[in-house]
T-cell receptor, first 113, second 109 residues
């Protein structure tokens, strides 16, 4: 069974631009969660989607948004990029709930210049 | 508020030594889940264990073992006879919503 895939793997953007990251969960998994990892703040939960609905949300500004499609694939969008948005963005999937075992993708490394 | 503390930011051991990674958590929930993940240099988080708040049994899996104690709100992780391949950053998490700062383990040959 294929694992969680994320595209692109690396991305360079400039301040003020917007970016869209994509995540394909493990087949059969319906819950997709997104996390941000930075050296300063560590691993932080962004949001979680299930059945195309955002079910949980972390403490991030509205510039961070996401969505989930009917095939459980998910995208996250960051608008008006700031230097502090430079991070590794990780996507994870589980069968139904965030508290079930989550399997992570390789991440997208975003650099904002 | 929920909080996870991994007081050890970095640990260095020589191969074959035993090492324990500490995790202390705070929550007011009666039902919760604790996790350990490993992040090797490649960056991808690898699942190690999941434990719910009602199951305080210790668990052993090969060289890995976990000690869950609700009385002290701790969920510690021990690697027996460490190997160089164990070198990674280890994260403890509460409900996959709150993470500790991670412990970087370096195992030297």
């Amino acid at each position: 069974k294929a694992g969680v895939t994320q595209t692109p793997r690396y991305l360079i953007k400039t301040r003020g631009q917007q970016v869209t990251l994509s995540c394909s969960p493990i087949s059969g998994h319906r819950s997709v969660s997104w996390y941000q990892q930075t050296p300063g703040q560590g691993l932080q939960f962004l949001f979680e989607y299930f059945s195309e609905t955002q079910r949980n949300k972390g403490n991030f500004p509205g510039r961070f948004s996401g969505r989930q499609f009917s095939n459980s694939r998910s995208e996250m969008n960051v608008s008006t990029l700031e230097l502090g948005d430079s991070a590794l963005y990780l996507c994870a999937s589980s069968l139904r709930e965030t508290w079930e075992t989550q399997y992570f993708g390789p991440g997208t490394r975003l650099l904002v210049l | 508020a929920q909080k996870v503390t991994q007081a050890q930011t970095e640990i260095s051991v020589v191969e074959k030594e035993d090492v324990t990674l500490d995790c202390v958590y705070e929550t007011r929930d009666t039902t919760y889940y604790l996790f350990w993940y490993k992040q090797p240099p490649s960056g991808e988080l690898v699942f190690l264990i999941r434990r719910n708040s009602f199951d305080e049994q210790n668990e052993i899996s090969g060289r890995y073992s976990w000690n869950f104690q609700k009385s002290t709100s701790s969920f510690n992780f021990t690697i027996t006879a460490s190997q160089v391949v164990d070198s990674a950053v280890y994260f403890c998490a509460l409900n996959m919503l709150t993470f500790g700062g991670g412990t970087r383990l370096m195992v030297k040959p």
